[in-house]
């Protein structure tokens, strides 16, 4: 299971987690949008998170693939479906952490660079254990 996950990472030379990992956190995404060429999954995207905060991750499309608007419409797919799930009247926060570059992909779609005027920095932390 998720050989296309493992093989799509690969081609644009991110790490892959551990097998138990993986497993676990791809049964656990609340929505996860595939591009499926001849059979090969070329792109993929996935969102987690509890119906008030969202992060996007895993958004990958094939180097041979890139460029044909696959990315994007991945994206566009994981906002409609929390505009979806936002009952009117009420907000929904989507978070991502951009690869260094990729900043204006996600800009072009209405996310905003963080620091500003009412966010501090995004921040993050590695959790790596040894045996
Ligand atoms: C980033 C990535 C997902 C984009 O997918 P894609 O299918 O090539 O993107 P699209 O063809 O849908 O492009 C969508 C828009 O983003 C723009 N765009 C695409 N790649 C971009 C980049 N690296 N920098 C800035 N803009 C970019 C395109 O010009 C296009 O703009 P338009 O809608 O005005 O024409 C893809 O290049 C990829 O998988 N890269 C490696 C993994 C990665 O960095 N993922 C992002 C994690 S944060």
Known sequence: MGLWYYRLRESVGWLNFSKVQTEKSLNHSLYTVTAVEDHQTVGMGRLIGDGLYYVIVDVVVHPAFQGMGI???????????VD????????????????????????????????????????????LKKK
């Open 71 to 81: 990315g994007g419409k991945i994206v566009d797919m994981m906002i409609a479906y």
């Open 84 to 127: 979806r799930e936002t009952p009117c009247e009420a907000r929904s926060s989507v978070q991502l952490i951009a690869e260094k570059g990729k900043e204006t992909f996600y800009e072009k779609r209405g996310f905003k660079r963080i620091p500003h005027d009412f966010c501090g920095s995004g921040m993050r932390k590695v959790i």
